[in-house]
């Protein structure tokens, strides 16, 4: 069981189309962070969310934490073929012991022109 | 600024070998962390080195795995004997303090045969 479930696992759109992905657990956390990763490549951070509530906007990005800090979402707007790729949610949990993040099993985006 | 190097970029060995994987962190970052992702499932905490200390190495599978940060700066992970269950991709990343995002590298692609 994942601690972090996100949804839908796999998304298939078409360019200019919206999508929202999720990330839900059942656990606190003092922060979540979402990333974005390409073949070959190792996961880029994109944002990171502190406070129950918060939005964030990067350009055509919106990232919400959940107001209990247990959720978050990804909400993408007039998607372009280059948001193509495997989105990551990943959080530190409250009282954990150590400094790590967990990641969700991320959600595959696929924008076609 | 470079970024997280790590090296090599893929590695096929046969079981019973021994694997020896290296990250070079970006300077200056004291926290180094290693991550793997197996076939299928998400990307997971390995251990978490503050300087030349491991702070973390719950994440560590087995005594197979051995983890040292040289004078704080770059590391290694080396496997020995590699087992056809080692065979993921394997993170490292960095980041200059708790709790902030992380620079990953582009990963280790390990494969057992």
């Known amino acids: 069981t994942q601690l972090l479930e996100q949804s839908p696992q796999f998304l298939s759109i078409q360019e200019g189309e919206n999508l929202t992905v999720y990330c839900n657990s059942s656990?606190?956390?003092?922060?979540l962070q979402w990333y974005r990763q390409e073949p070959g490549e190792g996961p880029v951070l994109l944002v990171t969310v502190v406070t129950g509530g918060e939005v964030k906007k990067l350009k055509r990005l919106t990232f919400q934490f959940g107001d209990a800090r247990k959720d978050s979402s990804l909400h993408i707007t007039a998607a372009q073929p280059g948001d193509t790729g495997l989105y990551l949610c990943a959080g530190f949990m409250i009282k954990a012991a150590g400094n790590k993040l967990t990641f969700g099993g991320g959600t595959r985006v696929l924008v076609k022109p | 600024e470079a970024g997280v190097t790590q090296f090599p970029s893929h590695s096929v060995i046969e079981k019973g070998q021994t694997v020896t994987l290296r990250c070079d962190p970006i300077?200056?970052?004291?926290?180094l962390y290693w991550y793997r992702r197996v076939m299928g499932k998400e990307i997971k905490f390995l251990l978490h080195f503050v300087k030349e200390s491991k702070q973390d190495e719950s994440g560590m599978p087995n005594n197979r795995f051995l983890a040292e940060r040289t004078g704080g700066t770059y590391s290694t992970l080396k496997v020995q004997p590699a087992e056809l269950e080692d065979s993921g991709v394997y993170f490292c990343a960095s980041s200059p303090g708790q709790f902030y995002g992380y620079t990953f590298g582009s990963g280790t692609r390990l494969t057992v045969v």
């Open positions: 656990s606190v956390f003092s922060s």
């Open positions: 300077s200056g970052h004291d926290n």
